[in-house]
Nanobody
Framework: QVQLVESGGGLVQPGGSLRLSCAAS????????MGWYRQAPGKQREGVAN???????SYADSVKGRFTISRDNANNKLYLQMNSLQPGDTAVYYC??????????????WGQGTQVTVSS
């Protein structure tokens, strides 16, 4: 089992920045992919950014150029640097890890979420 704990959320004014962190612990064999998802009130959870163990990154169109995902493989940590935040970025942000003994037996794990609110 993999446990994920997010931190770094909070209230920020439009145009501000926040850095989210996610720490993975527990029985970790291999983490093939990690990512950030978010869910705003009344909306479905959506992918924000993800990064593979090799460092390949992808972003949702809505955050390209503003958010940067990074990963510390040695310490099983994930980060999301969020700049130029907009009210539309307000959501609960969840950390995700795709982990297992092999890529064929891996499964998704989720953190409990951290609230990000962008408001003046």
């Amino acid at each position: 089992q993999v446990q994920l704990v997010e931190s770094g959320g909070g209230l920020v004014q439009p145009g501000g920045s926040l850095r989210l962190s996610c720490a993975a612990s527990g029985t970790i064999f291999s983490i093939y992919r990690m990512g950030w998802y978010r869910q705003a009130p009344g909306k479905q959870r959506e992918g924000v950014a993800n990064i593979t163990s090799a460092g390949s990154r992808s972003y949702a169109d809505s955050v390209k150029g503003r958010f940067t995902i990074s990963r510390d493989n040695a310490n099983n940590k994930l980060y999301l640097q969020m700049n130029s935040l907009q009210p539309g970025d307000t959501a609960v942000y969840y950390c995700n890890a795709y982990s297992g003994r092999t890529v064929f037996t891996a499964r998704n794990y989720w953190g409990q979420g951290t609230q990000v609110t962008v408001s003046s």
